[in-house]
Structure formats: structure tokens, C-alpha cells
């Protein structure tokens, strides 16, 4: 492995080839606050390849074959590095995210079988209960704030108690496991708010897995202590490091996609009544979503050797920033990229990333979103954005809307578990 290139020597390769030099900086650049998906995607605009003098300086790809490329070759890109954009990553080195080749899919197949389709088809009784007792609260309500009270405890409802966590807690669970999302340089230089998160969430973690060593239950936790890689059984810090990667998994990405697809239909009834009429047209509204509003935007790479990318002098240690929603709006690859069109076929979008690093939780992610246009819709036919002027956007790797006010216009009746329907006890015309 050669000398990691400094920051200069990177930069003056880039201006030597040719290349955009900008400051392209999502972490503390306020453009990346006010709409963190329209400054990635315009990203595009600088051009296919372009080097960043932000943060410690980094490559900058934005086209969807690039992308791909890029991903593909895991053992060319390591993904040992989470921020490439931050001046200080946050001391944690998650498994098997930042792990690479072999490691990595040795330490993913221990979560796989808890993500997988057969896996997700046993929860999706229990989720599409639980997604319609929330929608019922809702149009009892007349209002919710959409992201508190329904897009971060689907998930959490869905998800929680496999991993060994109470969901009576869940607020203060989902709270935690999101915080370090919300911190950067700008507003914890220290790192101390981001560590202290991080270690509360371990630290629940650390007491399941002492009680389930000594009463083992049907959860997850339970099956990991059970577990070994190479031979040598997993040790509590491996066990803890799962869950943690597991229930981030679960949780504020899919709360993510689901916000920004609820404001979208709320401020577009035609759409709304368009692509909510059946199963099939809510799977296309789902992948149109997943393309236009993908949960991570961005995903770090590290270049793992000395190379020639298409013309370019990459080094071994160079950080790479791939923008997936950018790539997502590539004109060679969608026409119109910029329309949100559900029946937009064929649809290849890379909303939960290609290569070994595809998302594990994509499946269910999928069916939650699926549930849960369903069952809103079976409920809650009309309904329509609230005051935004508390609205603001988080960007670390993953973006997210910390609200969305949203009332309710009209309801249908619930239906009762005889399969009969009531009014609600207050309509809401």
C-alpha cells in the first residue's frame, strides 16, 4: 500500500487532468441544508467526474455507469470510510458496512436471513396490522406530524421488538439512533454529541445481550450469540455492532423515502388518486420514489489501489463521494430525470445501491413503504400539507425531513376485524 496522497497532490492531479476543482461541500455548505437531494443532484451540473477541495478533499462522481463502476469493484474501492466529505469522521467503524471483500460478506450473511423476501413475508401480516392501527389514530386525530407520528414508528413497530429493544421506549430508541445524523462540524466539532449517541444506543444493547447469554428469547440478539465467522463465535462487541447496523437499517432510512413521498402526494391530489388506485400502481409509486428521493444520497469510497479511472490518476487513499441521487437523476439513463413520473418503465434506479453494498433492508423497506400507501389510502382518501415553517433537512449520508405537518380532509370508515365498517367516531370531511 503506497503513502496516503495529501490533499494537494490529489487536487493538482485533478486540475492537471483537467478536471472541475470546486468546493463541493455538503457538510457545512448551507445549500446542502435548505434542499440536501436539489445540491447533490445538481452536482450533475459540474460534471461527470469532479475533485472537491471541501473538508480533507475528495473525487466527486455523479453519473450512473460511473456510479456503478465504482461500486462494483469493491476491491479496487474500499468502503472502509464512511464521511469521505467530513473534516473529522466520527471514530466508528461499522460492521459490515465499512468492511470489504471477504469480510464483508462473511459478517452480512449473519443478517441477511432476518432481511430476506421469505423473512419480510412473515412480518408483512403483523407490519400491515400495525401500519393500520397507526393510520386509524391518525384520521381519529384529524393531523399528525407525519415523520414523528408515522414514518419513523412504522418502522419501529415493524422492527423493534426483533431486536430485543421494548417498543413502549420507542420514541426515545428512534431519537438516539438518528441524532448522529443530525451532527457534522458544524454544530459538534468535538464529536462528543455523536459519540455519546452512538454509545447509548451500544449500551442498550450491551444489557440485551447480557440477559439473552442467560435467557435466550425468539429475537435477534438471541440468534446472533448462537453465531460464529470462521469458526470463532461472535463476542458481545460483534453482537452489539449488528443490532446497532440492523436497526439503522430498519429505521430512519425507510421513515426518510416514506416523508418525502407523503409530502409529494399530498400536494399533488391527481397524482395521489392516479397512483394509489391499485397494488401494482403503488409498487411503481414506490420505485419512482426510491429514484427521486433515495434515503442516502451520498456514499464514500476509498481508493484501494493505484489506477488509471477513464483518463484519470487515482491513488491509493484518495477518497471518492458517490452521489446516488444524482446518479439517480442521470439523463442518460431516465428521460426527464427531474419529472417524478410512477409510471415511468423501464425504471433502473440505484436507490439502494449495486454491488456487494446493496442494502440489505431493501426488501423491507419495500414492503413497508408498499403497506403503508395501502393502508393510508384505504383509510385517509384526502389530506394536505401544514404549516413547513419549522421544516428543516438533515444530510450525513442519509437525508431527512425532520417534519411534515400534514391534516386530514376526508376519511373512508374503519373497518373492524369482522370485516364490517363504522364511521369514524369524529369525520373529518
Keep these: 500500500m503506497t503513502d496516503h496522497p495529501t490533499v494537494d497532490t490529489a487536487e493538482a492531479r485533478a486540475r492537471a487532468a483537467g478536471v472541475p476543482v470546486v468546493e463541493f461541500d455538503p457538510e457545512c455548505d448551507p445549500r446542502f441544508k435548505a434542499d440536501p437531494l436539489g445540491a447533490i443532484a445538481a452536482g450533475r451540473e459540474i460534471g461527470d ?35 469521505a466529505h467530513y ?69 419501529a413497530e415493524v422492527f423493534l421488538e426483533q431486536m430485543g429493544l421494548p417498543l413502549s421506549r420507542w420514541r426515545e430508541i428512534v431519537a438516539l439512533r438518528l441524532l448522529p445524523g443530525k451532527l457534522n462540524a458544524s454544530n459538534d466539532p468535538g464529536g462528543l454529541q455523536y459519540k455519546a449517541a452512538v454509545d447509548s444506543v451500544f449500551g442498550m444493547f450491551r444489557e440485551v445481550v447480557v440477559e439473552r447469554r442467560q435467557r435466550p428469547a425468539d429475537d ?29 437499517t430498519s429505521l430512519g432510512t425507510t421513515a426518510s423515502t416514506m416523508t418525502f413521498l407523503f ?63 444524482a446518479a439517480n437523476q442521470d439523463p442518460a439513463l431516465f428521460e426527464a430525470p427531474e419529472r417524478f413520473d410512477p409510471e415511468r418503465s423501464p425504471n433502473r434506479h440505484v436507490g439502494f445501491g449495486v454491488g456487494p453494498h446493496f442494502c440489505a433492508g431493501a426488501t423491507l423497506a419495500r414492503m413497508e413503504l408498499q403497506v403503508l400507501v395501502e393502508e393510508w ?3 385517509i382518501t384526502d389530506y394536505h400539507v401544514g404549516d413547513l415553517s419549522e ?22 370508515p374503519r373497518a373492524d376485524p369482522d370485516g364490517s365498517t363504522r364511521a369514524p367516531a369524529s369525520p373529518v370531511l
Design 377 to 379: 389510502h384505504r383509510r
Design 87 to 155: 473534516r473529522t469522521p466520527p471514530p466508528i467503524f461499522m460492521k459490515p458496512p465499512n468492511l470489504d471483500p471477504p469480510e464483508h460478506g462473511k459478517v452480512r450473511k449473519l443478517i441477511t436471513p432476518f432481511l430476506s423476501p421469505h423473512a419480510v413475508r412473515g412480518l408483512e401480516p403483523s407490519a400491515r396490522a400495525s401500519v393500520a392501527a397507526i393510520v386509524d389514530e391518525v384520521a381519529e386525530a384529524g393531523e399528525c406530524d407525519f415523520m414523528a407520528d408515522v414514518a419513523l414508528r412504522v418502522p
Design 391 to 412: 421544516l428543516t433537512y438533515e444530510l450525513s449520508v442519509a437525508v431527512r425531513m425532520t417534519t411534515l405537518p400534514i391534516a386530514i380532509d376526508a376519511t373512508l
Design 220 to 248: 435477534i440478539p438471541s440468534f446472533l450469540i448462537t453465531q460464529s465467522v470462521d469458526g470463532v463465535p461472535l463476542d458481545d462487541d460483534d453482537i452489539v455492532m449488528l443490532c446497532y447496523v440492523l436497526l439503522g
Design 263 to 325: 409530502q409529494r402526494l399530498a400536494d399533488d391530489p391527481p397524482l395521489r388518486r392516479r397512483s394509489t388506485a391499485t397494488p401494482k400502481a403503488i409498487s411503481a409509486l414506490v420505485d419512482e420514489a426510491l429514484r427521486v428521493y433515495p434515503a442516502i444520497g451520498l456514499i464514500s469510497r476509498v481508493v484501494a489501489e493505484d489506477m488509471d479511472f477513464h483518463g484519470l490518476d487515482w491513488r491509493d487513499g484518495d477518497r471518492v463521494l458517490l452521489l446516488l441521487a
Design 49 to 83: 467526474v469532479f475533485y472537491s477541495t471541501a473538508a480533507r478533499g475528495f473525487w466527486v462522481v455523479t453519473s450512473a455507469d460511473l456510479y456503478k463502476e465504482v461500486s462494483q469493484q469493491a476491491t479496487r474501492f474500499s468502503a472502509r470510510e464512511t464521511f
